[in-house]
């Protein structure tokens, strides 16, 4: 299996505009999560979802983010419009079950936001 | 709310000086606690996933024990292939970091000289 996939690996972008992070879960998996990972705060929990439906979102800093998972294979994670604080790193996780499963983390994307 | 504290922030040991690594955890209900290894660029790598007290997992040079209040990983014996970010995160049943998504601390960088 290829893993947890991600794109792009590397976003630098101007404040203001709008950026889109993807990932492409295990297959088989049922549960997708988005993490944002930076020096200050560690990794934090943004959103994840259960067979396509978002189940928590209260990890979402505020409405300038959102997330869609519009089937099985896919979600995406949007922030428009981006601040400087958006700068960090957006892991993308899947796992076979909630509970105690392994989650099993894509290689992030680095986002810069200058 | 949730939390998870890890320390030392940052080890730095001679290659074959064995240490331990700490974990302490407050959670409403722990579901699980996991160990996941992180190298510079990478995601977390999974590790371990111990489920109640007393428990004890171990892989090549690692081993993970469980109480109540905080986990350990201890290193035996490690080699500069060690080197990396290790984190510790906990599942629980509570509203902290949602059912299914992980709380994870901040990490303990460890560096193995040759």
């Known amino acids: 299996d290829a893993g947890v996939i991600q794109s792009p690996r590397h976003e630098v972008t101007e404040m203001g505009q709008e950026v889109t992070l993807r990932c492409k879960p295990i297959?088989?998996?049922?549960?997708l999560f988005w993490y944002r990972q930076t020096m200050m705060r560690g990794l934090e929990l943004l959103i994840y979802?259960?067979?396509?439906?978002?189940?928590?979102d209260s990890g979402m800093p505020e409405d300038r983010f959102s997330a869609k998972m519009p089937n099985a294979s896919f979600s995406t994670l949007k922030i428009q419009p981006s601040e400087p604080r958006d700068s960090a790193v957006y892991f993308c996780?899947?796992?076979?079950?909630?509970?105690?499963?392994?989650?099993?983390f894509g290689p992030g994307t680095r986002l810069t936001v200058t | 709310e949730d939390q998870v504290t890890q320390s030392p922030e940052a080890l730095r040991l001679q290659e074959g000086e064995s240490s331990s690594l700490n974990c302490s955890y407050t959670?409403?209900?722990?579901?699980?606690l996991f160990w996941y290894r992180q190298d510079p660029g990478k995601g977390p790598e999974f590790l371990f996933t111990?489920?109640?007290a007393g428990e004890e997992k171990e892989k090549e040079r690692l081993k993970a024990t469980l109480t109540k209040k905080e986990s350990f990983l201890h290193i035996t014996a490690p080699k500069p292939e060690d080197s990396a970010t290790y984190l510790c995160?906990?599942?629980?049943?509570?509203?902290?970091?949602?059912?299914?998504?992980?709380?994870f601390g901040k990490g303990t960088h460890l560096i193995i000289q040759p």
């Open positions: 996780a899947s796992s076979w079950k909630g509970g105690v499963y392994e989650q099993y």
């Open positions: 297959s088989g998996h049922d549960y």
């Open positions: 979802f259960n067979n396509n439906v978002p189940i928590d």
């Open positions: 959670v409403s209900g722990l579901r699980g």
């Open positions: 111990l489920y109640s």
């Open positions: 995160a906990v599942q629980a049943g509570g509203s902290g970091g949602g059912a299914d998504g992980l709380t």
